[in-house]
């Protein structure tokens, strides 16, 4: 559509298949929270192609879906732990354990959820409506997260969790699109 949307795509292409896939999913624990940035690039192309330029809500959207990210794949990385383990994929479960990344997960549930609530000040118009119906969206996944946290081998909350992250984002995303209605 036009450079800015292209050099984005490109950006988010080279970060997800280079950074994330090649250099950090093999050697690091972490590799999911840099693999967020990666994840969360469309926004800003779309911001781009719309637009022409990345405005404030694009920014917040890109951090909202990186935040999002770990806690969304690490419940799935607690599912296929054994997988991981076995193909040597230094995930977090894998190396540190459920019980600490139920806890990271409680963390990033939290930063999710509150920086959720800052789309009140970046949307043109629609934020109050944003703002109460996205209340309701983050409590579920701060509880979620936090039985997880304190059942951090139970595989079923781990699957719940990460099922309700993804329709979690697809509201967040409906609310955005609804608020502007």
């Given at each position: ?142 509880q979620m997260a936090h039985r997880l946290g304190t059942n951090p081998d139970d595989v ?26």
């Amino acid at each position: 559509v036009n450079c800015l949307a292209a050099a984005l795509s490109l950006l988010g292409l080279c970060s997800y298949v280079l950074l994330y896939t090649v250099l950090l999913k093999p050697r690091t624990s972490k590799n999911i929270v840099f693999g967020g940035v990666a994840g969360a690039i469309p926004p800003l192309v779309g911001a781009a192609a719309a637009n022409g330029y990345v405005g404030w809500g694009a920014w917040w959207l890109f951090s909202l879906v990186m935040v999002w990210t770990p806690a969304h794949f690490w419940a799935l990385a607690m599912l296929l732990r054994d997988d991981y383990r076995s193909v040597g994929i230094p995930m977090l479960p894998v190396v540190k354990g459920t019980k600490f990344t139920a806890a990271a997960i409680v963390r990033y549930s939290w930063a999710t959820a509150l920086l959720s609530t800052l789309g009140v000040l970046v949307l043109p118009e629609g934020g109050f409506f944003y703002g109460l119906m996205v209340l309701p969206f983050d409590a579920r996944l701060i509880q979620m997260a936090h039985r997880l946290g304190t059942n951090p081998d139970d595989v079923g909350l781990a699957k719940w969790l990460f099922r309700w992250s993804i329709l979690y984002m697809f509201g967040v995303c409906l609310l955005l699109v609804l608020s502007r209605l």
